[in-house]
């Protein structure tokens, strides 16, 4: 599950057709191959300047910091930091949902400034998904999967995020596809609240609809899940190729990348 606290007001997502396209005018470049080694991030020196026109730029400078000022922590199962993040998202969910929920993904992977600031649940699909509860059919069976061959390898969950403040939610997400996509994968999928889903098509990010996330459809969890239904959450599909050429393109995303080369190796070291 996503989850973002946030006293910043959006506004929601009404339409709930299936595979939904919640572009914004975005240009999806080819998928590049997850048999080839990405190199270092580097934005490109052909991205547009500071002052060239950019509705997202300019309306969403508010989310992305220009310095980058957070620890970016990875816990598996039984690591050191582990509790403690598990911690941090149980009691978000509890807060804003009145939600008892066991945080079981194999990685977790949070921002830390003295305090957690985010953070998020990852799983390979090579595994069974959560999401896939609420889907017709397996997660590589899906239209946007079937059409440009994607295998289920290629695919990553990410779920249980739990933000407790918008301006870090954005910034996690990023972070966990530059890292994702360094290590040959090619989509992130997850089901979000409206509110999460809009953030990220507001930021530019194309996100694919694949389905809404009825709790009737849920099987696997004995979760006390609150109020987190009612938020009407959705099941999103998002291409790491196409956030790669988003921060590449766009001057606020690459100044919060231009000094994370060496957090996104170790992240990419320990997630692999």
């Known amino acids: 599950m996503l989850n973002t606290i946030s006293s910043h007001q959006v506004h929601e997502i ?10 914004v005018n975005l240009t999806s470049p080819e998928l590049l191959s997850n048999k080839t080694t990405p190199t270092p991030f580097s934005p490109s020196t052909n991205s547009l300047s500071t002052n060239s ?38 009691q978000g969910f509890l807060k804003s949902y009145q939600a008892k929920v066991s945080v079981t993904m194999p990685h977790l992977l949070a921002l830390c400034n003295g305090t957690y600031k985010a953070a998020l649940g990852i799983r390979s699909g090579q595994d069974d998904l959560f999401i896939e509860q609420y889907l017709s059919g397996a997660i590589e069976q899906q239209a946007v999967f079937a059409k440009n061959n994607i295998d289920r390898k290629d695919i990553v969950e990410i779920g249980h995020l739990f933000s407790n403040n918008q301006r870090f939610t954005l910034p996690l997400f990023m972070i966990t596809a530059v890292s994702l996509f360094y290590l040959n994968y090619k989509y992130m999928v997850f089901s979000g609240t409206e509110k999460v889903v809009n953030l990220m098509v507001k930021s530019g990010v194309h996100c694919t609809h694949l389905g809404d996330a009825y709790q009737n459809k849920i099987q696997t969890s004995t979760d006390d899940w609150g109020s987190y239904y009612a938020t009407n959450p959705k099941v999103i599909a998002v291409s790491l190729s196409d956030v790669i050429a988003l921060i590449d393109r766009l001057p606020m995303y690459q100044a919060m990348f231009k000094s994370l080369d060496k957090q996104i190796a170790q992240t990419c070291q320990q997630l692999g």
């Open 14 to 23: 009404t339409s709930t057709e299936k595979y939904q396209d919640y572009s």
């Open 53 to 90: 026109p950019s509705a997202h730029s300019t309306s969403n400078n508010s989310l992305v910091k220009q310095k980058f000022n957070f620890d970016i922590q990875v816990a598996a199962l039984g690591s050191k930091q582990r509790s403690e993040i598990e911690q941090f998202i149980k």
